[in-house]
């Protein structure tokens, strides 16, 4: 054998034993890691799921491998979590374990680690803390920003009263109306709803999360070391998010221009004056890039969320007009004609709050929950889960936990009344999840959600220009988002 033949074939041989010393390796890890389906290279458990409908995908492999399990999304190595059980004792139990931020690869892209949502250790310590506090002398979840939520209701009354009971697609009305509300508190003030940078605005938030929920984005998700430089829809998608990352960085330039330290106006104000306490401490992780991006994070989580639950519920109504109905009794009971819907109405009206509940539940706008990361190797349920694994807590799958819910699949108020039509808690009730990362704007979008709801039924009766039996709820799109189809509706002044 000639030394050439020889070299090719000694490097053949090494490449060989590396091979089988990695799957080795791998089984080694994989046996004290859940089961899971066995992953191929590069591509993983791929021809496993479909990317157009990942959570059923998930909860199909659940069948096979039980509540919690393994599964490789090209290269990402995720542990799964089904059911109201598995969730509470990792997101609740072992809330320190699980407390870290996984990775969604579609806002990644930008974020890169920075800011309040997708940051990990000391910096998101600091900045929720921050972040929490500063939402809080703000009014979230106080009667202040109560009266904030009913002044931008009235401009919303407005709005509808203005199609004259028309059918119009009620998509950019609501997520206008929503939007106003963090706005106000990121901004210092609200938009009017014909400002065309508004729109542009929403329309570049919609349809970045709207990407997330498409098969290309869950295949984003998978692949974006690759397919970030490749042509497709995620440079849609990076544009949109690119355009509202510069127009954070606009309002930021205006406020340090303007900046009163003793009378800061809004989020962006407080964020800067922080910046200017904590300039001399090398720990501190106040700079302007952590502004921009915990103010893009407030601001994006403020709107499509809650605007989505809104637009996915009124369809819910439109599809069964005897729920409407009650609802509107229970108004005319409670409220009236003659004043605004206020917080305190909640408890003395238990179908309306058993209705908001169970659309919260039945919609699932984050059914996959956002990525998790053990902090450090954890041992849950007999398995030892590496430090650093990412894990996905299907929120999903606890919201139509049927331990916990009678008809899982279908949209039923009586989900959360109890047998003298009181409204009852649900213990898997966790639209905004738990633990350590749950939604910082929890007491906001539950007021919201009720605040507008009433008002707009108390003022208005929905119809839908087609038959409710032709009314389609099943989702447009479901990835990380669930999407709700398109529609348009009549408000017809009660």
Known sequence: MDPMGAAALFLVLCLSCLAVLSTWRQMHRKSKMPPGP???PFIGNLLQVKTSDMYRSLMKIREKYGPVFTIHLGPRRVVVLCGYDAVKEALVDQAEEFG???KQAMFDWLFRGYGVSFSNGERAKQLRRFSIMTLRNFGMGKRSIEERILEEAHFLLESLRATK????????TLSRTVSNVISSIAFGDRFEYEDKEFISLLSMMLGSFQFTATSWGQLYDMFSDVMQ?????????????LGLEKFIARKVKANEQTLD???????????????????ENPHSEFSLKNLVLTTLAVFFAGTETISTT?????????????VQEKVHKEIEHVIGRNRSPNMNDRSLMPYTDAVIHEIQRFCD?????VSRLVTRD??????TIPKGTEVFPLLGSVLKDPRHFARPDVFDPRHFLDENGQFKKNEAFMPFSVGKRYCLGENLGRMELFLFFTSILQNFRLKSPVPPEKIDITPMLVGFATIPRFYEMCAIPL
């Open 38 to 40: 066995t992953p191929l």
């Open 100 to 102: 870290g931020r996984g």
């Open 165 to 172: 009971s028309a059918p119009f697609d009620p998509t950019y």
């Open 229 to 241: 430089y490749l042509p497709g829809p995620q440079q849609e998608a990076f544009k949109q998010l």
């Open 261 to 279: 330290p003793n009378s800061p106006r809004d989020f962006i104000d407080c964020f800067l004056v922080k910046m200017h306490q904590e300039k």
């Open 310 to 322: 809104l637009r996915y519920g009124f369809l819910l109504l439109l599809k069964y007009p005897e």
């Open 365 to 369: 706008i984050i059914p996959m929950g």
């Open 378 to 383: 954890t041992q849950f349920r007999g398995y």
